[in-house]
């Protein structure tokens, strides 16, 4: 079976992996680092097409975004993502920059600095995540 996506789909799974990066914690020593952290791991999972570890990284919600844009489960989803991005699409999100992280208790937003390439994407330079269950999560675009 051909799964076909158009290109604001595409754009918008996109936006969707980027933010999802802020997703879980990791051993840093403050709530924000934790989230910079994992948006960096997500971002790289996304872009690798390694889709068990992004989706791993998302809120249910999150996960139901991505597979109401594709009609398929999170993880193939990520990987068609990372199937289309060029090499030169892949280099821009590893080296994307943060230049903002706020945490509110269990809420957090990361900003970030958007390029052409990023915006021709959907990358819109704002993630927002929760936390849950001691993890970072994607909540959406």
């Known amino acids: 079976m051909t ?53 791993a990284l998302a809120t249910d919600a999150g996960k139901q975004k991505i597979t109401a844009r594709t009609q398929l489960p999170c993880e193939d989803s990520i990987r068609l993502l990372a199937s289309r991005l060029s090499s030169a699409d892949k280099a821009v999100i590893h080296d994307a920059k943060i230049t903002k992280v706020t945490v509110n208790g269990n809420d957090a937003v990361v900003t970030y600095a958007t390029t052409p390439t990023l915006a021709g994407l959907g990358f819109t330079g704002r993630t927002t995540l929760v936390k849950s269950g001691g993890n970072w999560l994607l909540v959406g675009i």
């Open 3 to 55: 799964h076909t996506i158009r290109l604001p789909a595409i754009a918008a799974l996109a936006t969707l992996a980027l933010a999802f990066a802020s997703g879980c914690g990791g051993t840093s020593t403050s709530p924000a680092d934790s989230v910079r952290s994992t948006w960096k791991k997500a971002a790289t999972a996304a872009v690798d097409g390694q889709g068990t570890a992004f989706c």
